[in-house]
């Protein structure tokens, strides 16, 4: 209960302010008060369930998405939850506003929220110095370290056709620093960027990436894995092609799904019709649903992390059962606190 009381009471509080204030305001507590006494208002034992996946170790199997620390402020804060693995990010090469704002937007009837953020971050520079701050690997404590996935994407300022130049230059800057890297062409709110999702400029992306990081290997003596985040709003044709093309590059995971552009389950609510893309409770049967596709077109042994509309212990096991290896939340921590995170992973641990 300890981890449930203190988000209980700050909930209404942080649901009164406007969405993204919450949010900035939370990432600054969490940035103040990690790595120091007050983290255990927030902090938990870590559930130990280890399962390997593309050479990895992963403590749990309960993960905290990209989006929710985009700088990579507070990877100590997450860590000290419970996580098995957090992902930061997304960052792209120079620092971007993102989009105008009012840019988030609540749903509370259906557990859901939506985004236009748009990539906003500090730039590559500023998140590798945040990262090689954080004492997560240090603090294990004799335990596995929690992993550390970093997301990257390219600006918007970029054309679409010199995209993989974006993604070439934030491979190379957390490369040494990350456990897995997650390329990120799924994001609804950057114009142009799912098309990187389709046969031919996924091919080409996906290509080159599996080249440069063959040199990095070669130069660093250590082989980080890749892992492709697409988005849930694919047919199943689009997802055996997607699937197809990651063997062929040698992608060691996918990541499913990123956000929705469909509103049919938010219809007639208020914030429904606004651009950007929805996450929540609303996703989860589509992320599931790409899953299942997923799985049955790569085969037992490829792995796959489930995101979208985990919600509670049933929602992760929801997504094991569809085909996922582990799963990351996000959403679900804003409107169930971090209590979820040792919920969920306890759950999965029972099997």
């Known amino acids: 209960m300890s981890l449930m009381l203190p988000y209980a009471f700050a909930r209404p509080f942080l649901f009164g302010l406007d969405p993204e204030h919450a949010h900035e305001l939370t990432i600054a507590g969490l940035e103040r008060t990690q790595n120091t006494p007050l983290a255990c208002v927030y902090g938990g034992s870590r559930v130990e369930d280890p399962v390997t996946l593309a050479g990895l170790k992963f403590p749990n199997k309960v993960g905290l998405a990209a989006g929710l620390d985009k700088n990579a402020r507070c990877i100590d804060g997450f860590a000290s939850m419970g996580f098995g693995f957090v992902e930061v990010g997304t960052v792209t090469p120079k620092a971007q506003p993102g989009n105008p704002k009012p840019r988030m937007f609540r749903l509370p009837q259906r557990d859901a929220l939506i985004n236009r953020l748009g990539f906003n971050n500090d730039g590559l520079d500023a998140f590798l110095a945040n990262v090689q701050r954080a004492r997560f690997r240090k603090n294990a404590g004799g335990k596995a370290p929690m992993l550390l996935g970093l997301n990257i994407g390219k600006n918007a300022a970029t054309p679409i056709e010199r995209a993989t130049d974006d993604y ?51 130069q660093q003596g250590r082989q980080v894995p890749m892992f492709v985040k697409i988005a849930p709003d694919l047919d199943e044709s689009q997802v055996s092609v997607i699937a197809a093309t990651l063997k062929r590059h040698g992608m060691d995971g996918v990541i499913a799904t990123n956000t929705t552009l469909s509103r049919e389950a938010v219809a007639g609510l208020p914030h429904a019709n606004e651009a950007g893309g929805l996450s929540g409770a609303p996703v989860r049967e589509a992320s599931n649903r790409v899953i299942a596709q997923l799985r049955g077109a790569l085969g037992k042994a490829f792995p796959i992390i489930g995101v979208g509309g985990v919600m509670s212990a049933a929602d992760a096991k929801a997504k094991i059962a569809a085909g996922a290896d582990v799963v990351q939340i996000y959403t679900g921590l804003i409107y169930r606190g971090p209590g979820l995170v040792r919920e969920a992973a306890s759950a999965l641990k029972r099997g």
């Open 168 to 218: 070439l230059q934030c491979l190379e800057g957390v490369y040494p620093h990350a456990d897995y890297v997650t390329i990120n062409i799924s994001s609804p709110n950057t114009a142009n960027l799912r098309t990187l999702q389709s046969d031919e400029a996924l091919d080409s992306l996906l290509g080159t990436l599996a080249e440069r990081r063959k040199s990095l290997a070669a």
